[in-house]
């Protein structure tokens, strides 16, 4: 079995990196976070798969100290509960830095197998993109491959419009303290 999840993730990997997605990229930055649905319901071979899914994200502009906090859920957008990953194959991290990196996930417990859960993004220090992602769900007959999209969920103002508003504020309150006198 090991080697079949070994096979499927190397399909996976060379399709992405082959360009067989078109890239959607999404710009991380602290404290965004960007939620991907995975919902194989409608793929040829359907759902449920009875050897692994396969999550892949291609990713550009990771440098050292960059760190991103990947949260898995049983259903979409987050519900559904959170999932551990098995220990065996919990993240494979592929040339993580550099132009392009690719950070797969090969995962076969039931909350995967039945093709419908979800995947968010935190990014807790530094920024990076992901220029597109994919998953793969596996069975016996075959593989069924589709391109995911990610939604930033939750984003953070930068320290520059910040200040902006800040400024912004500060005039208002002269402006009607001014007034008052």
Known sequence: MHWTKRL??????????????PAHALTLQPGNTATYNIDFTGQNPPPPYDLQV????????????????????????GSGGIVEMLPDFPVANLAIGGPVSVINFIESQPQFLDGVFSITI?????????????????????????????????????????????????????LRRRAAS
């Not at 190397?10 to 067989?20: D, E, K, N, P, R």
């Not at 396969?54 to 760190?67: K, P, Y």
């Open 8 to 21: 499927f993730g190397a399909v996976a990997c060379v399709i992405s990196l082959a360009g067989f997605l």
């Open 54 to 77: 396969n999550v892949q994200f291609v990713a550009s502009g990771i440098d050292a100290g960059d760190f991103a906090t990947f949260v898995f859920f049983g259903g979409l957008n």
């Open 122 to 174: 935190t990014m807790d220090q530094g920024e990076f993109n992901i220029d597109s992602g994919n998953a793969l769900g596996a069975d016996n007959s075959g593989f069924a491959l589709m391109q995911i999209t990610g939604q930033l969920t939750t984003a953070v103002p930068e320290p520059g419009s910040l200040a902006l508003m800040g400024g912004a504020l500060v005039a208002v309150l002269a």
